[in-house]
């Protein structure tokens, strides 16, 4: 007949399969989590070309399926020359008049923003060996099908006649990685209760057979 386990190897057991369980999962989490903030920072959410350098509207595609980053922006990429003070970032957009509207299928505007210079903002562009862009941060929309509308009254002086495009992303402000960072904390932490619980477990039941096995020996 077999004895039966310690309460307390038993109870050691238990909580090793539910560290086990809980990096599981939080593993999980923290792989998806970092594979949707890769892919949002990779993603472009509409290309609008040559759209700053002339009067009138255009429109376009906008299907955002992230709703969890910061902040969308628009980044008006250009090929002029670089100067990174906010002055010198707002100087490409000068004499810009426009309307940017988000508007849902139902209609119904998500959001309207007037872009004009003095609203711009210098950017690191990551595909540019320390280039800044003028770009302009605005909340997100829920993710859905929508209709990108740019109505362009004034258009950027700097910017008729030279090749530009205006480009639509999400906005990562670190709150994101934070909590990548905080799954895979509670992963790994489950990861090596489960592992030192386990290790316990294993070396008490090895002494213990170790014990019994000698003592008939010692009984002869």
């Known amino acids: 007949m077999k004895k039966p386990i310690p309460w307390g190897r038993g109870l050691a ?47 376009a595609v906008f299907a955002p399926k992230y709703a969890f980053t910061c902040k969308e922006m628009l980044v008006v990429e250009h090929d002029l020359p670089d100067d990174r003070s906010p002055d010198g970032v707002m100087a490409t957009v000068k004499g810009l008049d426009a309307l940017l509207e988000i508007v849902a299928q139902s209609g119904k505007v998500a959001l ?35 209709r990108l509308r740019l109505t362009v009254k004034e258009p950027a002086l700097p910017l008729v006649g030279v090749p530009h495009r205006i480009v639509f992303r999400y906005k990562l402000c670190g709150i994101e990685h934070l909590a990548t960072v905080a799954l895979g904390g509670i992963a790994l932490v489950s990861a090596l209760v489960c592992l030192a619980l386990t290790t316990g477990v294993v070396l008490v039941t090895r002494t213990k ?12």
């Open 209 to 220: 057979r170790g014990q019994a096995s000698t003592e008939p020996e010692a009984a002869r």
């Open 13 to 59: 057991t238990v909580l090793a399969v539910v560290a086990f369980c809980i990096a599981i999962v939080f593993a999980h989490q923290w792989w998806q989590t970092r594979r949707q903030c890769a892919d949002a920072e990779a993603t472009i959410l509409a290309v609008l070309p040559d759209a700053f350098g002339t009067s009138g509207t255009v429109e």
């Open 112 to 146: 309207a923003r007037e872009l004009k210079d003095c609203v711009f903002s210098p950017c690191w562009a990551k595909s540019g060996a320390g280039s800044v862009l003028p770009a302009v941060f605005f909340s997100p929309v829920a993710a859905g099908e929508y």
